[in-house]
């Protein structure tokens, strides 16, 4: 569509988001700009010039601020303004707190980004103090601007969702420490036990054999290499059953009974760091089991929320990996676009272009990391199981033009990823290599057809 105004795409996104925010915070309202804390809470009214109606301190909760609420709208029904706008910078849980007391005063609620109110600051006067006194007004004059974004509303569904997700990372991070714990520890007083596996850690037969030795010798293999090789083989196949597993890897099983053998460590540290190494190998254990029940929990998230088909019609896009993204980002058809996701998320590109001059792009880095997370991790399943996905990069990586480093092309795969599954799930429908590789939407039904 020709637009003989010039009005660009991202004009009428930005126009539409101050539209939707003048209705939150209209010139008929007063702003009460709060700044949260544990038990003193600084409330202002404004204008929308900024200028203070009133200003008081509350020595109070935050749950104990509906009195501060009913306050402020005396004092701006007072001056003359028919309701009141409330706005809080989005820190630790007590805006969510405020946000429902608001909403039970039937008050527009909006949050400004503390990273805008700590730029406001010099902007003021020239100066960077902080204050509760200041930062109330800043809050009130970055609303007045609507320099702020209404929160996103969540449900009982997707707040789950949200919470399981940071339970899953918070795992992730434990089962990922605990492993460098004992990489680190063995590298010291036993490095031959690390290259008796190509991937010792994923393998259950070197887990379970490390631990049949931990356990009996405490640092001395002495008894260990008593029980000679079909004893310990015996005693490693009790441990795998105990584990649930069936079979072992006989080539790891006898690669460490020889590694046995090895004199190479700090001999003098070996009993300590075997003990510290069994007690990582329970953590690491308990991490495993809470971190499987949490992505079984997360799945069925998915399912209640049925979107588990869609969003797993992206070839390679796993169910736990489609909840650990939707954990993040919340309800996708909250976005206006597929780009807003990829912005939301840090991975959009940041132009530096001024007159003729053109910087190197680069990526911005806001947004939410773990959503970031979420994205990069998805691009290993999707290149080793979808063909588009492969076939892009390897086009990226290997094109005589431009070409990417690997991280780069993973990068840009992330990007799609989000992209792809903002369009599969705000459409309904599931994911087309056709459309994904920049083909033409195909009709699906007679009715497509004859139109």
């Known amino acids: 569509m020709n637009h003989g105004n010039g009005v660009s795409r991202g004009d009428r996104n930005r126009n539409a988001r101050l539209a939707k925010l003048r209705t939150a915070v209209p010139v008929t309202n007063a702003i009460v700009g709060i700044d949260l804390a544990e038990r003193k809470q600084m409330v202002v009214v404004t204008d929308h010039d900024s200028k203070v109606l009133a200003r008081r301190t509350f020595r109070c909760k935050a749950w104990d601020l509906g009195a501060a609420l009913d306050w402020a709208g005396e004092r701006s029904t007072r001056a003359g303004y028919a309701g009141v706008t409330v706005t809080c910078e989005p820190t630790g849980h007590r805006w969510r707190v405020l946000g429902q007391l608001a909403a039970e005063r039937g008050m527009s609620f909006v949050c400004v980004q503390p990273m805008l109110t700590s730029g406001a600051r010099k902007s003021e006067d020239l100066t960077t103090d902080k204050t509760d006194d200041k930062d109330a007004v800043l809050i009130a004059r970055l609303t007045a601007e ?22 899953r990372e918070q795992l992730l991070d434990e089962h990922v420490a605990c492993v460098q714990q004992i990489r680190d520890l063995l590298e010291c007083v036993w490095p031959a036990a690390i290259s008796t596996a190509q991937q010792p850690f994923k393998s259950a037969t070197w887990v379970a054999s490390m631990h049949v030795i931990i356990t009996r010798d405490c640092g001395d293999f002495t008894r260990t290499r008593r029980l000679g090789p079909v004893r310990f083989e015996h005693a490693v196949r009790k441990e795998l059953t105990r584990r649930g597993k069936l079979r072992p890897c006989l080539r790891i099983l006898r690669n460490l009974y020889a590694a046995l053998a090895d004199p190479a460590g700090v001999i003098e540290h070996r009993s300590g760091a075997f003990e510290r190494i069994a007690w990582l190998i329970e953590d690491w254990d308990t991490a495993r089991a809470k971190l499987a029940d949490t992505e079984v929990r997360m799945v069925a998230v998915l399912d209640d929320l049925e979107l588990t088909e869609l969003a797993c019609s992206i070839q390679g896009l796993s169910p736990v990996g489609a909840a650990a993204i939707l954990a993040e980002t919340g309800d996708l058809h909250r976005f206006t676009s597929s780009r807003a996701v990829v912005k939301h998320a840090g991975l959009a590109p940041r132009q530096r272009m001024s007159g003729t001059f053109a910087g190197r792009a680069r990526l911005s880095g806001a947004g939410r990391p773990r959503l970031r997370t979420a994205a990069w991790r998805a691009v290993w399943g999707a290149v080793k199981s979808n063909p588009v996905y492969a076939a892009r990069y390897r086009h990226l990586t290997t094109r005589e033009t431009n ?28 994911w087309d290599p056709d459309i994904a590789t920049h083909g033409t939407l195909k009709p699906t039904t007679l009715a497509e057809v004859a139109a």
């Not at 609507?146 to 509303?153: D, F, G, K, M, Q």
């Not at 070409?403 to 369009?423: D, E, N, Y």
Request: net charge positive; glycine share 8%.
């Open 403 to 430: 070409k990417l480093k690997p991280t780069q092309a993973q990068t840009v795969l992330a990007g799609a990823i989000l992209r792809q599954l903002h369009a599969v799930i705000t459409t309904g429908r599931a």
């Open 146 to 167: 609507l320099r702020c974004y209404l929160p996103e509303p969540v449900d009982e569904t997707w707040g789950r969702l949200r919470h399981l997700g940071v339970r």
